[in-house]
């Protein structure tokens, strides 16, 4: 604590009257000489350590049963004696639900209560918030601090964080591209001697058979597991293979909604529903817990999820222990009119990390990520120790699963690594490789998955110009689509028609008209501007 400038004088004025009194001749009042000679030191005063600081760090709360303390366990406790102790901060955690990512993050922020490092997959909401200048300028700090991030990230990566030529977010980088995946039970094709379906016609037919012979014995068979919308379970490409042919300009600035061919898209999904071939009550399902427990039980024949979803261990490992012979078989079921398989694959970032404008410890923050960006940190972070949470084999890690304070609440610790998606060994053909074997038994699985998800693909056009439309509705617009896709799917076959027309003409007048019309400019500008 500093001294008040009056207690500085009057200490000052005290010590200047001592010394004129010992310098004076008035030996009465001088010390006598003493045979005692007294201990002086020539060391300097120590100053009482600064406390530390609190470093507030967000991480994703995905609910997985016997989880670890996500502020104490073997990653953190690496966190703050490697970083922490060397920084002079502890580094806390702020759990925030997955399944409520933007929400939670908006009432953080409007409570001035976001941690210091947060993140979002939303790039309307950092569009948002830098414009409402709600997140802190990056160049200054990442030039400062954070080289050793910049040089692992590269400029490709970063640009993705740039609004109006200034760097507001930190993209991680994507190692992984393979984005969603489709899995169907390969021991009940074998028992029905059914093949693997390689359109929609063939799907239905082999839904049906799952419906109706039931070749798992099971009591309330699932043809095609569901959950609510953007919970985890997808419909994989199946939109895609039912959009018609568009130019460019149309395919990247109209919203799906338009497309021609999406509405018989969710016609499609309507029918399987009414005919119980979906799960009955996925509506239901905000969370995605019982969609797992079904596929996990061994109910569930077909699904979609990310491409690497059966093979993590939160549910091959109680699918096997609750089904020895279940496999599940990755499959590219969906041709479009062109007889492609075309779907969606990640662009080369991911999650955004942003600063917000509230916090105290922005310098403290980019060190925290620059020091990430440091190769053996990622991968003890990614691996942890060897013989205790990994192991070689020809050059490449193989995970131990733990439970307990080693157990990883997501892939490769994606969680508690924000600078990169995706294992980060230096070398993609390694990274693949990692990829695979991170799925001990289940590794021509897992390389089959990501060569079928990394086929066919298209990306999201990136707009150099944020879009002020979608900054103001986009979260509005997001939200009414899941909405939208829930009642389109369990409406009643004869009202399916005009719920459609009604819902479309309601998204549009919330903001996706304006959307659309300024995705026109802008992708028209930046064309022009290449030529």
């Known amino acids: 604590m500093k001294r008040k400038p009056w207690l500085s004088y009057v200490l000052t004025l005290t010590l200047m009257t001592s010394l004129l009194a010992a310098c004076s001749g008035n030996t009465a009042n001088s010390p006598q000489p003493s045979n005692h000679t007294p201990q002086t030191s020539n060391a300097p005063e120590e100053k009482p350590a600064d406390p530390p600081a609190t470093l507030t760090v967000g991480i994703f709360d995905r609910g997985i049963q016997g989880q670890p303390d996500l502020n104490n366990n073997t990653w953190t406790r690496y966190i703050n004696e490697n970083f922490g102790k060397a920084n002079?901060?502890?580094?806390?955690?702020?759990?925030?639900?997955?399944?409520?990512?933007?929400?939670?993050?908006?009432?953080?922020?409007?409570?001035?209560?976001?941690?210091?490092?947060?993140?979002?997959?939303?790039?309307?909401?950092?569009?948002?918030?830098?414009?409402?200048?709600?997140?802190?300028?990056?160049?200054?700090?990442?030039?400062?601090?954070?080289q050793q991030l910049k040089a692992y990230l590269g400029e490709t990566v970063l640009d993705y964080g740039v609004y109006n030529g200034k760097q507001m977010a930190i993209p991680a980088k994507r190692t992984s591209l393979a984005w969603n995946?489709?899995?169907?039970?390969?021991?009940?094709?074998?028992?029905?001697?059914?093949?693997?379906?390689?359109?929609?016609?063939?799907?239905y037919e082999t839904l049906v058979a799952f419906r109706d012979q039931n070749p798992g014995g099971v009591d309330g068979?699932?043809?095609?597991?569901?959950?609510?919308?953007?919970?985890?379970?997808?419909?994989?490409?199946?939109?895609?293979s039912f959009w018609e042919e568009q130019t460019e300009e149309e395919f990247v600035t109209i919203p799906g909604w338009l497309r021609p061919g999406n509405k018989e898209y969710l016609r499609f999904l309507n029918k399987l529903y009414n005919e119980k071939l979906i799960s009955p009550d996925f509506a239901l399902d905000k969370t995605a817990q019982q969609a797992d427990a079904d596929v996990t039980n061994g109910k569930v024949g077909f699904f979609g999820a990310?491409?690497?979803?059966?093979?993590?261990?939160?549910?091959?490992?109680?699918?096997?222990?609750?089904?020895?012979?279940?496999?599940?078989?990755?499959?590219?079921?969906?041709?479009?009119?062109?007889?492609?398989?075309?779907?969606?694959?990640?662009?080369?970032?991911?999650?955004?990390?942003?600063?917000?404008?509230?916090s105290k410890n922005a310098e403290l923050a980019m060190k925290y990520l620059n020091w990430m960006a440091d190769p053996e940190v990622l991968f003890f972070l990614q691996y942890g120790e060897a013989g205790v949470n990994?192991?070689?084999?020809?050059?490449?890690?193989?995970?131990?699963?733990?439970?307990?304070?080693?157990m990883q609440t997501s892939y490769l610790n994606l969680d508690y690594t924000l600078v990169v998606n995706g294992v980060e060994l230096g070398d993609q053909e390694k990274n693949i490789k990692a990829l695979a074997a991170s799925a001990p038994g289940l590794e021509s699985v897992a390389e089959l998955s990501y060569k079928i998800n990394t086929t066919d693909t298209y990306t999201h056009y990136y707009y150099e110009t944020p879009n002020e439309a979608n900054i103001k509705f986009g979260k509005t617009l997001s939200d009414l689509t899941k909405q939208m896709t829930d009642r389109l799917i369990v409406s009643k076959p004869a009202e399916f028609d005009a719920l459609y027309d009604q819902l479309v003409a309601e998204y549009m007048e919330a903001g996706g008209q304006a959307v659309m019309e300024e995705n026109i400019k802008l992708y028209q500008a930046q064309e022009q501007s290449k030529s």
Request: hydrophobic letters at 40%; charged letters at 25%.
């Open 221 to 240: 068979v699932i043809p095609w597991g569901v959950a609510a919308t953007g919970m985890n379970y997808t419909f994989g490409n199946l939109a895609e």
């Open 88 to 146: 002079n901060a502890v580094v806390k955690f702020v759990p925030i639900p997955r399944s409520q990512e933007v929400d939670k993050l908006n009432v953080l922020m409007a409570a001035d209560e976001a941690p210091d490092v947060s993140f979002t997959y939303d790039g309307a909401t950092v569009s948002r918030y830098a414009k409402i200048n709600g997140i802190m300028e990056l160049d200054e700090l990442l030039e400062e601090h954070g």
């Open 390 to 406: 990994h192991e070689m084999a020809d050059g490449i890690p193989q995970v131990i699963n733990q439970t307990g304070d080693n």
């Open 306 to 358: 990310n491409w690497d979803y059966p093979l993590r261990q939160n549910i091959s490992e109680p699918l096997k222990a609750n089904v020895p012979e279940a496999e599940f078989l990755p499959v590219d079921t969906f041709k479009n009119y062109e007889g492609k398989y075309k779907k969606v694959a990640y662009n080369e970032n991911g999650i955004n990390v942003i600063i917000p404008k509230s």
């Open 181 to 203: 995946g489709l899995f169907i039970r390969k021991d009940w094709l074998d028992k029905l001697g059914l093949p693997v379906p390689t359109d929609q016609d063939e799907l």
